[in-house]
């Protein structure tokens, strides 16, 4: 197991398309494991393959703080997950390859829109779908199927736009300064406590392991 590096703005990769995954090898499970790893260790509900530097479609989603917050139910939403055509609970963490939405409705405002590649930065209102469908694989090429709206429905959007090199800043309702973000990490970065949790993760850079499901 693992922890990786996570990219930060404005790193030049989390602007780039990734590429479909076409091999579900081992290496692919191993990959997605230490996404896990590194999602938890910096407390996130969602990661996406690029962040660590890997140009692939995938992605994997963890919003159980969310639903289990009851604080936030206005953003529990509801959930259904199908496995190969088969009702099944939501995984949690979920792991999805090569996803796309197939189907979304009504816009709506989302208040608390934040990435674990823009750390330092408060989180922003972003405009969001409210409703989706998602299809994607599981990381043994099983169809997986998403019908929701609330808390997860956001995360996968957000998640998604990192497969095409979009950010959350871009959605930000209102003007957002990149220098001024850019800033803000920077003072994140150099904050010495940061330093000391960074040191003591032994972060791996992902670009350095073999994969070869690329
Ligand atoms: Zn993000």
Redesign the pocket.
Known sequence: MAVYKILHYPHILLRKPSTAVEKFTPSLKTFTQNMIETMNAFE?I???AP?VGILKRVMIVDVRPYLENPQLKEWHGSISFSLDGEKKPLPSPMILVNPEIVRKDTEISFPFD?????PGVDRGQTTRWKDIVLEAKDTDGKAVRIECNGILSICLQ??M??LEGV??IDRVQGKVSENEVAADIMDHEEDAATRRKMKKLKLVDARSEKLDFL
């Open positions: 996130g969602g990661l996406a962040q934040g990435c674990l590649s823009f957000h998640e736009d990192h950010l959350f």
